[in-house]
């Protein structure tokens, strides 16, 4: 079972032009709103005809610009759950699962309670989508879109509507139905943690471009590009250049950074993970910071008597300070910063007690931080 | 004879309301899928609404009399319109239609298009959709519609006296008893029209707003659990499919 999309639309100003593939396991498409997911959801199923392009779903052209091909939504056997469920409202839960079916009427009615009862609905078939909670009015849309046997499921941001307590439930339930399925899934969302919890492979969208599909993992613990690690909720960026094997010079922040891994030579950018980052101090000043490198080992990271580790240490001014609940997120910039940049600000987050310890300075105060070497992203 | 006004008003209103009810959901239909000179084409099937009665009508007379683009046409086939009862009811018609075509097209505009896509993905043909999902959807607004366009064709004068003329039993309505009753200085004849016409409307609204009530409780309810909610991203104007 295989899905290939590589499709171009244009609408007004917005130019989707979208490529990618997969071969079963849950596919993410990941993106802002507005930068063109649901409008290739719906390009697959029929509902948006592209401009131009190939959509083949399990050996099966689906729709095909040259050969003018375009096979209407109720012939491509796609499973397409809707934001909102799209449950027709006049219709009980086993009407609607009853409207998927085809045959006749006691055979229609036989299927959709069969269907309704393997995932637990069968005591809320005779009411209406209003009359259940949200978690029902899930399943009994899963149970509408699975009944047909469709040979790809495609959701909509399933969670998107709902409170943080019901979603937790739902994504659950959801996984475990994804898992019973051996065809493609492709799940729409903005949000980044419920991909990490729930996609295998990600496809990153940018104002309608898409990127090449990569693993969860990778877009995760190793995005390549500048749009991937700000997609994956990296906020700390910096123009880099490359200076040696494993050091990279940080443009916007005026410092030079020893990496873990081999610096590639196309490297533009560099990006840190706010959790990688961590204040050492505000009493050391710039004259202290000393040059040997040997002792850089990352080994001695958050020791509070070791001594501070020389490497990659950045003495900063704070900016703004935001205290959370447990939590104080301070935003640095470097003093060796370029001041027009907007990347030379740095986003710190510790623990009270630990900003408590350094003083608790006020801007512009000085603290000086670290970054983990083994945690720098490169990135083109 | 002398209850006459009351059958004729009602023959009239009810041909009206049925030919209306018809080419108006057929037509707001359409319009709703027109990508191009949408809002010309609903201008010009709205202007009976605004015209003056008696433009509307004599714009009828110029197309059904003598020597008018149909008129000849039907004269042909040996069919009189102006001056007889199917005047009366071509002038409510044309009248009354605006009312719902404008109720129809509203209620399509406004029907959640992601209940229409469900229908396509789960493989329901278009007949299916447009009768089990989306008529049911627009009731409460393809009721008022319909109701108002009942009671405007029930009401109906200035259009229906230029091309139907006012002949006792013949062209004769309520609205044209009361105004001849008047006219002749008959002050307890039109009160008595008058009541009567007071009653028929006011049941009709009555009758309506029962119903309307009923309908939208359900609808809202529908609309609370999150199945009518609408999308922020919803498709520009030019990709409506309905």
Redesign the interface.
């Given at each position: 079972m295989t899905l290939s999309v590589d499709i171009r639309k244009k609408?007004?100003k917005f130019t989707l032009d979208v490529r990618f593939e997969t071969a079963g396991g849950i596919l993410a498409l990941l993106g802002a709103?507005?930068s063109g997911k649901?409008m290739t959801l719906?390009c697959i199923?029929?509902?948006?005809t592209p401009d131009e392009g190939r959509i083949e779903l399990d050996g099966l052209t689906l729709f095909d610009s040259e050969k003018r091909v375009n096979l209407?939504?109720?012939e491509?056997k796609?499973?397409?759950l809707?934001?909102?469920?799209?449950?027709?409202?006049?219709?009980t839960a086993l009407e609607n699962v009853m409207?998927?079916v085809?045959g006749s009427k006691a055979e229609k009615r036989r299927i959709a309670e069969e269907r309704l009862k393997s995932m637990y609905l069968l005591d809320s078939k005779d009411k209406?989508?209003?009359?259940?909670s949200?978690g029902q009015?899930q399943r009994v849309a899963l149970a509408?879109?699975l009944v047909?046997e469709p040979n790809i499921i495609m959701l909509d941001e399933p969670l998107s509507?709902l409170d943080s307590y019901l979603k937790w439930q739902l994504e659950m339930e959801l996984v475990d139905i994804f898992r019973g399925f051996d065809k493609p899934v492709v799940y729409v969302t903005h949000n980044r943690n419920e991909v990490y919890r729930v996609s295998d492979d990600v496809c990153v969208l940018e104002n309608g471009a898409s990127e090449p599909v990569v693993s969860t993992h990778e877009l995760f613990l190793a995005p390549r590009t500048l749009a991937a690690a700000l997609i994956s909720g990296c906020k700390n960026f910096s123009r880099a250049r490359r200076t040696g094997p494993r050091s990279v010079f940080a443009v916007d922040w005026g410092v030079e950074l020893v990496t873990e891994a081999p610096v590639p030579g196309d490297v533009q950018y560099l990006g840190v993970r706010s959790h990688a980052i961590k204040a050492v101090g505000a009493e050391l000043n710039r004259a202290g910071k000393p040059a040997d490198a040997a002792s850089g080992d990352p080994g001695n990271r958050g020791a509070a008597n070791a001594p501070l580790p020389a490497t990659n240490v950045l003495s900063c001014r704070v900016g703004k300070v935001v205290r959370e609940m447990f939590s104080v997120i301070a935003m640095v910039r470097p003093e060796e910063s370029e001041p027009a940049s907007d990347f030379a600000r740095i986003r710190v987050k510790m623990i009270n007690d630990k900003w408590a310890a350094l003083g608790e300075p006020v801007p512009p105060g000085r603290i000086h931080i670290r970054i983990d070497p083994a945690e720098i992203l490169l990135l083109k | 004879m002398v209850f006459s006004p009351i059958l004729l008003s009602i023959e009239v209103a009810v041909c009206a309301t049925s030919v209306s009810f018809v080419l108006g959901l057929f037509i707001a239909k359409q319009v709703v899928k027109l990508r191009r000179l949408k809002s010309l084409v609903d201008g010009i099937l709205t202007l009976p609404l605004v015209l003056p009665p008696t433009v509307v009508g004599f714009f009828l007379l110029l197309t059904f009399g003598r020597n008018g683009l149909l008129g000849d046409m039907l004269a042909a086939m040996d069919v009189s319109v102006v001056f007889t009862l199917a005047g009366a009811i071509i002038a409510a018609t044309v009248v009354s239609f605006p009312l719902m075509y404008r109720s129809a097209r509203g209620a399509f505009e406004q029907f959640?298009r992601?209940?229409i896509?469900?229908?396509?993905?789960?493989?329901?043909?278009e007949t299916?959709i447009f009768w089990?999902?989306i008529m049911?959807?627009c009731k409460p607004g393809i009721i008022s519609g319909l109701v108002l366009t009942f009671a405007r064709a029930l009401g109906e004068f200035g259009a229906t006296i230029m091309l139907a003329g006012n002949i006792p039993g013949k062209t004769q309505t309520m609205s044209l008893a009361i105004y001849s009753a008047v006219a002749s200085g008959n002050r307890e004849k039109a009160y008595m029209w008058v009541a009567i016409i007071m009653l028929i409307s006011f049941t009709c609204m009555f009758l309506m707003n029962i119903f309307a009530a009923r309908t939208r409780k359900?609808?809202k309810?529908?609309?609370?659990?999150?199945?009518?909610?609408k999308?922020e991203?919803s498709?520009?104007e030019g990709?409506a499919?309905l």
């Open positions: 609408l007004g709103s507005g649901s719906k199923a029929g509902i948006e209407p939504t109720r491509r796609v499973g397409y809707f934001q909102h469920y799209a449950l027709f409202p006049n219709m409207a998927a085809s209406y989508p209003a009359q259940i949200g009015q509408r879109m047909r509507a | 959640d992601d209940l896509y469900a229908g396509r993905t789960i493989g329901m043909s299916k089990r999902v049911p959807g359900s609808v309810a529908g609309a609370a659990a999150g199945s009518i909610i999308d991203k498709l520009p990709t499919i």
